[in-house]
């Protein structure tokens, strides 16, 4: 299988616990993105990477995250002090980028995280 | 006003009947925009890119508006296997392009 994969599938935690997900994307893709989203909404933009570059952060994006993309390979999405309003699907999306566009995504399967 | 708008639906539309969704978006100078489909717990798949000049793929046409800054999606002689949920996209520009998800419109086809 050569699409993206995500893990793990499903994480329950407590509140106040910390977590990290991860994404390996295509292998050609330059360019990963995560994102997150509830119940009857799109996927909210969280942060992209292109290569190992970390370009854009969303300015909703608290502290307690944080995402690498270690020598542009796969990413992690850590959050620190889970609190239950981080309970959503994550996605991770990769795609080969250019200069001029955002570039056809291709999405994983997802975390769903459920913070108690 | 959010960046990228679309009526959440649910269109409840009989099998072969021709529907049209539209997204509505702002701030945004793009040169390509996207329709993804999402099924109820899947994750969303790319369904078509949007340029300037439109694209047609079999029954599904999308069309880019810049003077009223929409795009659409027309989808002729609907299949029940065309139930889900209709995504686009209008990347927005940040320090680089930063893809801009609508809410997404139901689409329900029934026999």
């Known amino acids: 299988d050569t699409g993206v994969s995500q893990n793990p599938r499903h994480k329950i935690t407590k509140r106040g616990q910390n977590v990290t997900f991860r994404c390996d994307p295509i292998s050609e893709h330059n360019r990963l993105y995560w994102y997150r989203q509830t119940l009857g909404q799109g996927p909210e933009f969280l942060t992209y990477?292109?290569?190992?570059?970390?370009?854009?952060k969303s300015r909703l994006l608290s502290d307690r995250f944080s995402a690498e993309r270690p020598k542009g390979s796969f990413s992690t999405l850590e959050i620190q002090r889970t609190e239950q309003g981080d309970s959503a699907m994550y996605l991770c999306a990769s795609s080969l980028g250019t200069s001029g566009g955002a570039g056809e995504q291709y999405f994983g399967p997802g975390t769903r995280l459920t913070v108690t | 006003r959010k960046e990228v708008e679309q009526d959440p639906g649910p269109f409840n539309v009989p099998e072969g009947a021709t529907v049209a969704f539209n997204c509505t978006y702002s701030?945004?100078?793009?040169?390509?925009f996207f329709w993804y489909r999402q099924d109820c717990r899947k994750e969303p798949k790319l369904l078509m890119s949007?340029?300037?000049s439109g694209n047609e793929d079999g029954r599904f046409t999308a069309q880019l508006n810049r003077a009223s800054q929409y795009i659409s999606l027309l989808i002729r002689d609907s299949k029940l296997s065309d139930s889900a949920t209709y995504l686009c996209?209008?990347?927005?520009?940040?320090?680089?392009?930063?893809?801009?998800f609508g809410r997404g419109t139901s689409l329900i086809v029934h026999p």
């Open positions: 701030n945004s100078a793009s040169q390509s």
């Open positions: 996209v209008a990347p927005r520009i940040g320090g680089s392009y930063i893809p801009t």
């Open positions: 949007v340029y300037s």
């Open positions: 990477f292109q290569n190992e570059a970390q370009l854009e």
